[in-house]
């Protein structure tokens, strides 16, 4: 919902924007209808309209007036004449001389009004997961508005703006980089007071095109961070600390497991369906579990632990809350497999990064058994996919995987890579689910534990893990 927040005997409260209060801001001339109109969202295309009470910042001309007769009354902002052909009493239109420098001085107002956290998050995996731990920390005493699932599109920023209102007491933003200038594209309207980077590993480079240019777009956070805000960062990944601070006039806290920083966890120890863990900060200790296995999930926990401690959560909240947190569906989860083995679905998403972590989670639950990892297509990487896949078939060499399935064309260089460097590794490649599954079934049992490794997007992985979830069916 839109709402301009004021100030009343030290309370915020809600107050809606009216179309005269947006025109004047904006500088703009009413050509029809009413100063009085109450606006609730707003857009800046004609298929982003779903509400009435919509603001349209409006490039080009409406054709099918009809298409948005249910979704008055409307508000459209545009830079030529316009009127409408029966509708005058339902729509206010508002010309401006420049739309762009209309409409960013429309988001800045707003921006400006809200005095709140607002936190973003980025990173080559993890991003989400860390989001949501944010938010299931800050959900328990304050109203907060938050990135929705995995939606980080640069489509939603508007939305996610317009999102906080004067209720809203904090906010957690996932900021993606898919290319270059996507964070401070972001940043230009959420403003964000503290900002994370999770880690930096290889993707989306089709249009970052080198990884350079990516661990660039990554380090956009550092710029997109209000003059004195908090940046939090992972002090045990190599090429975040590479990154360029200089210019940073915030406060930096650092977390981490291996290296010495701000919040360490040390100790860490497998558990039923998580991780133990002890909270190093300030010279004190807190015993720590996060539900989730592997050490990469023990980082996700720092990384949102630094955030809501800085905005005021004591550690014994933390720690009461961070208990009850919840995974998503295919990340990580542990299930009954065909023929009494063991499953591991980790078909959430699939980098080199997250790859690495996967492997040392099978390699640690699965320590007395067959070890089978099920690997899929790395997505997102234009002309360095082979380059990618080689690398990931580095990492499986070096793992202690005993057999190896990978399912689609480039997954394949993956275990050709893997095979070279480790001639005892047992490699079979599959184009789809249907030629892999019934091999996978014949060669597992009670000793064997699968890893299954790929992107929610891939239907191969997405049938076989369904497949394999069926356990002896």
Known sequence: MLHKMVEEKGVKLLKPLTTGYIRHVINGEKLQGSDDLQIHYG????????????????????????????????????????????YAEDITIIKVENLDEAYWKFINDYRDSIDIPIIAVTGTSGKTTTKEMIKHFLMANRNIAFTISTNNSRTVHLANLLSIDGTTEAAVFETAVGAPNDIVKAAAYLKPTIGIITNIGEHHLNHCKTLEAYIAAKGEMISSLQPNGILIINADDEKTTKLDFKQFSGKILTFGIH????????NLEYSTNGMKFTLEHDQKKHQMYVPGLGEHQVYNALAAIVAVHQIGMGFLAIKERLMSFETFNRQMKVYNGPNGSTLIDDSWSITTTSLKAALKVLENVGKSKRKIAVIGTITDLGSWGYVIHELAGEIIASSDVDVLITIGMHAKIMGETAKILNHTLEVYSFMNHIQAFPFLKNIVDPTSIVLIKGDMYSEPIKKISMLLRKKNK
């Not at 009470?53 to 409006?58: A, N, R, S, V």
């Not at 490039?59 to 029966?86: C, N, R, T, Y």
């Not at 290296?259 to 040390?266: E, G, L, M, N, V």
């Open 43 to 86: 857009a800046y295309r004609l298929k982003q309209v779903r509400h009435s009470h919509t603001i349209l910042f409006l490039k080009g001309k409406i054709i099918k007036w009809d298409h948005l007769k249910p979704f008055f009354p409307i508000a459209i902002v545009a830079e030529k004449f316009m009127q409408s052909p029966e």
């Open 259 to 266: 290296k010495t920083c701000d919040y360490r966890a040390s």
